[in-house]
């Protein structure tokens, strides 16, 4: 995919991408695939519908801006805001819609692939399975959150990933899509509590009782 903007007479175009042919279908899953791919903010302010990018302030640091759309953008991303739960009369100023069609558009090459060679997908990923408004994009170092717009480039930039509008995409190429399941239900159902009871088994009751505060 490509994302990029100019600012004013400066301008700078960002190239990423990638080619899932680099990675080969023989590999058996792919961990937090979808997490890491770019999304898009928009934030709604003053009844309209406007992008937020980065851009520099007068200063010379970055800062978040809002910068208009075109109507007819404008309008689709008010289509998908009013099917939220928040819906089209509850919208407050501020609020934050998150969409990625960066990684819709792999999760229809990754259906297309699916439905003509055969096979299943297991996709794990923090989200959730609800398109909803809110703000989920942030900043990780060495396991603890920090701003975003510090210290770019020394820090992981992730969002959570909106399974729901995944499911249209590899639904839309006639693949059975299963209903999302929670971390704590599909761990006990790969048998979590069944390997904890045989790990504690030879361990006195200090060490049973850290794995039991674990799981």
Do not use: C
């Not at 819609?97 to 060679?117: D, G, K």
């Not at 006990?188 to 006195?204: K, N, Q, Y």
Request: net charge negative.
């Amino acid at each position: 995919g490509e994302f990029g903007f100019e600012d004013g007479a400066d301008g700078f175009f960002i190239r990423v991408g990638f080619q899932l042919q680099d990675f080969g279908l023989e590999r058996k899953h792919f961990h937090q695939l979808f997490d890491a791919i770019a999304i898009r903010q928009f934030v709604h302010q003053a009844g309209l519908w406007q992008e937020r990018r980065i851009g520099l302030n007068a200063e010379g640091g970055l800062e978040f801006v809002a910068v208009s759309l075109e109507a007819d953008e404008a309008r689709a991303v008010a289509r998908v805001a009013e099917r939220t739960p928040a819906g089209p009369s509850n919208l407050s100023n501020g609020a934050i819609l998150e969409l990625s069609p960066a990684r819709e558009a792999l999760a229809a090459h990754l259906a297309e692939r699916l439905a003509a060679q055969g096979g299943a997908g297991l996709f794990i990923d923090y989200g959730h399975g609800e398109t909803a408004l809110g703000e989920t994009f942030q900043a990780m170092s060495e396991h603890r959150f920090v701003p975003v717009l510090e210290n770019p480039g020394e820090a992981d930039l992730t969002s959570h990933v909106d399974f729901a509008r995944l499911a249209l995409r590899f639904g839309a190429s006639g693949l059975h899509v299963a209903p999302l399941l929670g971390q704590g239900p599909f761990l006990l159902s790969l048998g979590l509590l069944e390997r904890a009871g045989r790990l504690g088994a030879p361990l006195g009751e200090a060490g049973r009782e850290a794995i039991r505060a674990d799981v």
